[in-house]
């Protein structure tokens, strides 16, 4: 591919340029998760990361299952478990379901203790940037903002930040976020990028809330969700279809919560609740890649396409990248045959979540007699008692004596 003119920008001597067995442009959850990971192993690694210092961010609180199961095997779950609490799972509430669809972590087969976690951004972050500071090996620069990538003669891809450093990586991760600008500098534009709905939220103060389910409730206009915080705190946030943004612009996200979740509501407080931050807005992006590896190139987490964040599966499915290129790049090749196993995982677990977010997104955002059809259909099923043990057990990675149905599946991938 033929990167952008601004990204044949080169230093202007190569005596300039720091060779780097391995780079990561990006230092958020996946950046610092993997160059901790490889500092371990002994490959040393470079991370680059545009912001000086934390910035606080709304998204990102909810890590399912596989992703906490990551961080433990790469034994990092211990120094953030402080900034988290562990979930029971996600219950789902729709005037269409039977019951309540309860997604308890708890309940998977031979593995009790694979529970989700929640947790605010910034000081899991700020925990991560910590550890990369402790690992030999890993050199952690932040401020350091990518403002040009090229290819140099020998194929390999040289990076010149905005302070004037140069660096030659021998292979290069890119994992700076869904909007990625090295990705775009490489040339490796999306297929697909589009806001597929709108989330707004606010934490707030609520010391005697005792859930520790992921609550989401239908709305006429959405969806309500609250998710329990570390240190008597909660997140409430409503996602919306983008048709509907002036009608839910009238109305306050609390009103919102109170009328899908009332009962919740009065346990955080009702009347009396307190936020704690600003109300935030942010939109919920759909995007595809059409590669994600190239020689020495290999893109990871939202910077490899995401999905609609309804399900929340981000967080777990960057974790999970982790856990499949680390073998990979400790290896030492970087060529394009090598990480491709990378991309095909990538990709495999990309399709599957898309379908089940897709189905729930269709049931609880659009609205409308066909959402509430699908949403009836899902929800009797669910009720079936074969059901349940089956989606538990794919959930935890187990091998099932038979093939699950269609919508095993997508009640599979609420919880992965």
């Known amino acids: 591919m033929t990167p952008p003119a601004a990204s044949l920008e080169r230093p202007s001597t190569r005596a300039q340029v720091e060779d780097r067995q391995v780079v990561i442009a990006g230092g958020g959850l996946v950046g610092c998760t993997l160059a901790v990971a490889l500092g371990r192993l002994g490959v040393p690694v470079t991370v680059l990361e545009r912001h000086a210092s934390t910035p606080e961010l709304l998204r990102g609180e909810s890590i399912l299952p596989a992703g906490v199961e990551v961080w433990r095997q790469l034994g990092l779950l211990d120094a953030l478990e402080p900034h988290l609490v562990a979930t029971e799972g996600v219950e789902l509430r729709h005037p269409a379901f039977p019951a309540p669809l309860a997604l308890l972590h708890e309940r998977v087969p031979g593995a009790e203790a694979l529970r989700g976690r929640c947790g605010w951004r910034r000081p899991l972050y700020e925990a991560l940037r910590a550890a990369c500071r402790a690992t030999p090996g890993v050199d952690l620069r932040e401020g350091a903002e990518v403002v040009a ?23 290069l991760v890119v994992a700076d976020g869904q909007g990625s600008r ?32 992921v609550v989401v409730g239908a709305h006429p206009l959405g969806a309500a969700f609250v998710f329990p915080f570390p240190g008597g705190m909660a997140r409430v946030t409503f996602e919306h279809h983008p048709e509907r943004r002036a009608e839910v612009a009238e109305r306050r996200p609390l009103d919102l919560l109170r009328d899908a979740l009332p009962d919740v509501w009065l346990e955080l407080g009702g009347e009396a609740i307190e936020p704690v931050t600003p109300l935030q807005v942010q939109p919920g992006r759909s995007v595809s890649v059409s590669t994600l590896v190239e020689d020495g190139v290999v893109l990871a987490g939202d910077a490899a396409g995401c999905l609609d964040p309804f399900t929340g599966h981000g967080m777990a499915l960057g974790l999970l990248d982790v856990a499949t290129l680390l073998p990979l790049l400790a290896a030492g090749d970087p060529s394009a045959a090598t990480l491709r196993a990378h991309e095909r995982a990538r990709l495999a677990r990309l399709a599957a979540r898309r379908e089940g977010t897709e189905a729930l997104c269709a049931a609880f955002l659009d609205g409308g007699p066909l959402a509430t059809a699908l949403a009836s259909r899902l929800g009797a099923r669910w009720a079936d008692p074969r059901v349940l043990p089956a989606v538990c057990a794919q959930a935890a990675g187990l091998d099932l004596p038979t093939t699950p149905t269609l919508a095993e599946r997508l009640f599979a991938l609420g919880v992965l």
Not at 152 to 157: A, E, N, T
Not at 187 to 194: K, N, S
């Open 149 to 171: 990538a090229a290819r140099g003669d020998d194929r390999r891809v040289v990076l010149r930040t905005k302070d004037g450093h140069a660096l030659r990586a021998g292979v």
């Open 182 to 213: 090295v990705r775009r500098l490489l040339g490796l534009a999306p297929l697909d990028d589009r806001v597929t709905s709108y989330v707004q939220g606010l934490v707030v103060r609520a010391p005697d809330y005792a859930r520790r389910r």
